[in-house]
């Protein structure tokens, strides 16, 4: 039986513009802990249809876990403001929150 990443890889080559083959390619590589060639997809995802939010969530996601953490701030920035016009409140709580974490310097500590 084919992986999810073969049965997503068939049907992208089928419509490779279609916004949600790519996300649903790009979620089991991510998954798959293959974040660079997920965030291809995404990144695909995001060309076709700028609002996808849950595509800007995944894709800072998977840019954390490649630690290209600015990176991932300004996806969760753009992310954020598309889920305040359309109304994806979910994805868009947890990509204010990563982005706090991210922001986070943590307490100052006096150096002796």
Known sequence: MPSRVEQFRKIVELDPNSEIAQYGLGKALFDEKQYEEAVVCFRKVLEIKQDYTAAYLLLGKALEK??????????????????????????KHEMETRLMKLEWKGPVTPSH
């Open 66 to 91: 490649m630690n290209h953490k600015e990176e991932a701030k300004e996806v969760y920035r753009q992310g954020i403001a598309v889920g305040d016009k359309t109304g994806d409140l979910e994805p």
